[in-house]
């Protein structure tokens, strides 16, 4: 089956425009994560959507925002990009609830969206 | 506060050398430690998931184990296609949300 499909793979933007970025989840996955990696932070976690409610937030400025629709398909929104913005955002989906121990809780990546903010 | 540490940064190994790579852990509650393996320009793919102390997880030359500060991932008899940067996860118990607290990761390369 079809795995977790992120557009635009690449982008270049300036400093204080806006960029959204978009997340098709693997078929049947309710729940979609975001994250931001970075040589020198790693992967740090942005938000968790499941049913269109957003289940947890990190530690990131209100510039960033996300949201998930009926189907499963979720958009990362950043405004007034910064130089520190520029990072490769990736998406997860997860089936988002289920019993332990079966797999519900496993994460799968897509390829990611390189942002360079110029 | 949730915090991974992986060691070493970076590890260079020959062809067929065998070593591990450890990966700490403070957490409140776990619910799962996650490794993943993640190429230049791809996103994390996953290898195992482990739940509690004393398990083990195996995958053709991987092999990981878990204790209740600590998870090693084994590599026997590595070939250059294991070269890759091998990330440690958390996730919490009881925080109704799967989100993942990573290591910064280790980046092996194994030389023909």
């Known amino acids: 089956k079809a795995g977790v499909t992120q557009t635009p793979r690449y982008l270049i933007k300036t400093r204080g425009q806006q960029v959204t970025l978009s997340c098709s989840p693997i078929s049947g996955h309710r729940s979609v994560s975001w994250y931001q990696q970075t040589p020198g932070q790693g992967l740090q976690f942005l938000f968790e959507y499941f049913s269109e409610t957003q289940r947890n937030k990190g530690n990131f400025p209100g510039r960033f925002s996300g949201r998930q629709f009926s189907n499963s398909r979720s958009e990362m929104n950043v405004s007034t990009l910064e130089l520190g913005d520029s990072a490769l955002y990736l998406c997860a989906s997860s089936l988002g609830e289920g019993v332990l121990f079966s797999g519900a809780n496993v994460l799968t990546f897509g390829a990611g969206s390189r942002l360079t903010v110029l | 506060e949730d915090q991974v540490t992986q060691s070493p940064e970076a590890l260079r190994l020959q062809e067929g050398e065998s070593s591990s790579l450890n990966c700490s852990y403070t957490v409140s509650g776990l619910r799962g430690l996650f490794w993943y393996r993640q190429d230049p320009g791809k996103g994390p793919e996953f290898l195992f998931t482990l739940y509690s102390a004393g398990e083990e997880k195996e995958k053709e030359r991987l092999k990981a184990t878990l204790t209740k500060k600590e998870s090693f991932l084994h590599i026997t008899a590595p070939k250059p296609e294991d070269s890759a940067t091998y990330l440690c996860?958390?996730?919490?118990?009881?925080?109704?949300?799967?989100?993942?607290?990573f290591g910064k990761g280790t980046k092996l390369s194994v030389i023909p």
């Open positions: 996860a958390v996730q919490v118990s009881g925080a109704g949300s799967y989100q993942l607290t």
